[in-house]
């Protein structure tokens, strides 16, 4: 049986970190921004790229999968069909890089400051994602890949994977495996590593408020005419009563209740609520009442505006009832709520609640199912004894915030657990301006995943 | 005594009338936008071509006068002194044309379309004040101006007249009148004259919510940490009770009561609530319990979000909570508030109900004080028969929603009243896109001032 020590990979990782770090760059330097249609040409130029770092890592039968959307780069090392496969699963695509002007350096021209790389996807996925690649790489040429591995990288994560869903359908058995092991999540901290075992939903939802035909004068109309904004403002507040309460009916109605014995379990997390607020410049934290800040970003469901726009917003002055007014609005979603169904009763809603005076439209943008993935599996224990090995503590299993809507897809369509084991950490700004990935991060996840494969072979005998 | 005649007036305009259109076209071209820096240019070349207009016409000592902000343009004519004195104010800077995608011609490239001139400015106030200039070069040309004419035409009346206030201080010698005229409003209809009477004051806000320090990730940090956006539209959701009234103490305290007797003089005035709805294409009217369309927008205040911003607006989807979110919020009001006042109980109010997780910034941008004009003046009675002689049949004087803040200040510093004679249409879309003016009502207007100068004149003995 093939198996892999400490000094193979510390002596490889030693001799390449440099090439690894070049090579992310010039990844990062293509923005690859799935939400807008003229990032298309560098979107698809990436999928290009990937194609070739895993042909180079000696990765067969690699192929740029065309879907309705962007194409997912397919390709795989089958040592021994007996042997078990584990499916690497990442994303080549990034946020949008707004608002640019908050960013140090170009959010596409990386750079590495204080130890870490700043650019938009250097963690979030372009960096988690490359660490596997360079990890097979290392696998590949010391000869010690443990098992087969097959990797599924997309190009549509961030606008929803809408086409994923089609592809894993129609390649079921391509796509036959063990495990999923999915690096798009992060650590408590980089002392305190940690596993994701539950994410949360998403329902993505745009809304439009019409009044008038046309942009009016306040002086002459205003009192006596629907002003679009103040409605939508009115609604956006009532959809969340004194107690931060979601309003909309029934939509508490599946949210999982975690016993004391959980709450009491997930409070020991280190967390420092005055580190919290400094951090953000926060002057107090807030949000529904009755639970914990680490509730609030795991056990509970949220309903967030995530951006509004309607009538002047230039500089200076403007005295305009305007025609419309938008917003786009996210519910994160928790154990057994169902996004479809959230974005249906949100609809019902928004669409109740809207005053005679004016028009409304919801437009659903997308949304994921919530997951929880098992903590006692061989993948998990896998991974947990990987982290343990190379970072020197075991690792706590956490629930995040966030949402990876595939995961629950994947259980659906191809009945495999996921491992969620990512190396980011919470202030990596990702999302935001000044994205960025430390490089110790990056070199630890190349470092952690190879025995995952040796674990994860060895306990699945 | 000098008079005019029918005779002369029409023979006039009808040899000139399509020099007064390309004449008008020439100063629409320039955008002379004063809310925005890029335009500065243009704005200043718009004073000189008025300067040159006025000369052209047969106005004395003309002068671009300059001020903190940009220039004021005099002229006079000086008939004799021992005659009355007409102060005629208008305003050559114009609105934003934003959103300029739903202009379906140019807002700087003026085209006549079904009688009507398309640009930014047509009405508001290139147009407007236009009138005044070649109805005084028809008096000069045909020897029947029958008194003194002054020129005083600023350009930043749209950006809150800064520094108007401090040039007439400056200059009361210089604008010493009997009278001020100004046409920066309009008639119900074109076979139903007008005369404004009252106009409302402003206070106009920018409010700007702080949250986290930086762009978040709504996944990890939703449900926990302020959402700006969400918190913004919750305190100007609460600015307005079910009732619409506006809930900043002490708001209403100085608001003028009218009477049951003036309001049932108001609503007589011709009014068709389901032609109103259908040319807005408004399901509902929308406003202040307990007063009708006409009195909503007149003699009740209000409270308008004019523009509103935060987090992403682009294509697509981004999950972000976002560090801020802005507003621009004006308040019209009537007659016996006051602007300051009402300035410092918004920010006030604004301060105190925001929570303590966010903070909050309040910006003024400019105010102007509500006015009643006097509706049995001689200059009131002067402008009410000439519009008789050109309209045939009697103009109704009318309370309008609309601003004009430095009437109030003339009032003040100057000691005189204007006579608001104005020939626009509510549907002429000023500060929206689409601005336009009518021919008729463009040519209308050069057909009517003669006969106030003369009936001013007449009766002022």
Redesign the interface.
Same mark, same amino acid.
């Given at each position: 049986m093939i198996t892999i020590t400490n000094n193979t990979i510390n002596a490889y990782i030693d001799e390449h970190k440099e090439r690894f770090i070049n090579e992310l760059f010039e990844l990062l330097r293509i923005p690859s921004v $799935?939400?807008? /249609?003229k990032y298309k040409k560098d979107v698809l130029r990436t999928a290009d790229i990937i194609k070739e770092k895993l042909i180079n890592a000696g990765a067969e039968n690699v192929e740029i999968c065309p879907t309705a959307g962007y194409p997912i780069v397919y390709g795989e090392k089958i040592v021994d069909p007996k042997l078990p496969t584990v499916l690497v699963y990442g994303h080549y695509d990034v946020?949008?890089a707004?608002?640019i002007e =908050?960013w140090h350096s170009g959010p596409f021209e990386p750079v590495i400051k204080d130890g870490k790389i700043y650019a938009r996807g250097a963690c979030d996925d372009k960096g988690q994602m490359y660490m596997h690649i360079k990890a097979f790489e290392l696998m590949m040429r010391t000869n010690s890949l443990a098992c087969n591995i097959k990797f599924m990288v997309e190009g549509e994560e961030? #606008? %929803?994977s809408d086409n994923l869903g089609t592809f894993v359908k129609q390649n079921k058995e391509k796509l036959k495996a063990d495990v999923i092991l999915i690096s798009d999540t992060g650590i408590i901290a980089n002392h305190i590593p940690s596993i994701t075992v539950g994410l949360?939903g998403?329902s993505?939802i745009e809304v439009e408020v019409t +009044?008038? @035909?046309?942009?009016? &004068?306040? !002086? =002459?109309?205003? !009192?006596?005419?629907?002003?679009p904004? @103040?409605?939508?403002?009115?609604m956006?507040?009532?959809m969340?009563d004194s107690n931060n309460h979601i309003t909309i009916p029934g939509f508490y109605d599946d949210v999982e209740i975690l016993s004391d014995e959980d709450r009491t379990e997930m409070a020991k997390a280190p967390f420092d609520i005055e580190e919290y607020k400094k951090a953000?410049?926060? +002057?107090?934290?807030? !949000?529904?009442t009755g639970y914990t800040?680490?509730e609030?970003?795991s056990i509970?469901?949220?309903?967030?505006?995530?951006?509004?726009? %309607?009538?002047?917003?230039?500089? %200076?002055?403007?005295? #305009?009832?305007?025609s419309k007014?938008?917003?786009?609005i996210?519910m994160?979603l928790v154990p057994h709520q169902n996004s479809a169904k959230i974005t249906q009763i949100f609809k019902e809603y928004f669409e109740r609640m809207a /005053?005679?005076? #004016?028009?409304v439209k919801v437009m659903p &943008?997308?949304g994921g199912e919530p997951v929880v993935t098992p903590h006692n599996s061989i993948a998990y224990k896998a991974a947990s004894k990987a982290m343990e090995n190379t970072f020197g503590v075991k690792p706590i299993p956490v629930r $995040?915030? !966030? $949402?990876i809507p595939i995961v629950a897809m994947f259980k659906t369509e191809l009945g495999l657990d996921s491992v969620l084991m990512g190396f980011g950490l919470?202030s990596d700004?990702?999302? +935001?301006?000044?994205e960025h990935y430390g490089v110790f991060n990056y070199l630890k996840g190349i470092e952690t995943i190879p025995y995952f494969y040796k674990y994860f072979t060895e306990l699945s005998k």
């Open positions: $799935s939400a807008d /249609p946020q949008p707004d608002p =908050l961030e #606008v %929803g949360r998403l993505y +009044s008038p @035909n046309r942009d009016l &004068h306040s !002086g =002459l109309y205003g !009192g006596a005419v629907a002003n904004i @103040n409605i939508l403002c009115e956006i507040a009532k969340k953000l410049d926060l +002057s107090d934290i807030h !949000g529904e800040t680490n609030r970003t509970r469901p949220t309903l967030d505006v995530n951006g509004i726009w %309607g009538g002047y917003t230039g500089e %200076g002055a403007k005295t #305009v009832i305007p007014a938008y917003a786009k996210s994160r /005053p005679k005076s #004016v028009k &943008h997308h $995040s915030g !966030g $949402s919470d700004a990702i999302h +935001s301006p000044n």
